[in-house]
């Protein structure tokens, strides 16, 4: 029932940009904060960035802070990361989450498939 699609990822240089989408359904996404969690390589999940149910309030991991941007738009039930000055580091694959960074750092609950993001020269 509860749905979480991911895409937008590809390969990108370094220095460039991609905007991830995730999808939901199945659940009140307005009532809810939601998250990105990124898993690199031989690295278990990073939290990346939170966003309120409202839309009007954002946070950000260190590494991601000044680069990218969380939003939503609940009326589309989509949540979203624009992500600019992309770097290798960031080579993972890239999840939504619900809840915020405590919450979506669990293991308990639903994960959609994930988008993979490539950053490559």
């Known amino acids: 029932q509860v749905q979480l699609v991911e895409s937008g990822g590809g390969l990108v240089q370094p220095g460039g940009s991609l905007r991830l989408s995730c999808e939901a359904s199945?659940?009140?996404?307005?009532?809810?904060?939601m998250s990105w969690v990124r898993r690199a390589p031989a690295k278990g999940p990073e939290w990346v960035a939170s966003i309120n149910n409202g839309g009007d309030s954002a946070a950000y991991a260190d590494s991601a802070k000044d680069r990218f941007t969380i939003s939503r738009d609940n009326a589309k039930n989509t949540l979203y990361l624009q992500m600019n000055s992309l770097k290798p580091e960031d080579t993972a694959l890239y999840y939504c989450?619900?809840?915020?960074?405590?919450?979506?750092?669990?293991?308990?609950?639903?994960w959609g498939q994930g988008t993979q993001v490539t950053v490559s020269s």
């Open positions: 989450r619900r809840g915020g960074e405590s919450i979506s750092m669990a293991n308990d609950d639903y």
């Open positions: 199945g659940f009140p996404f307005s009532a809810y904060y």
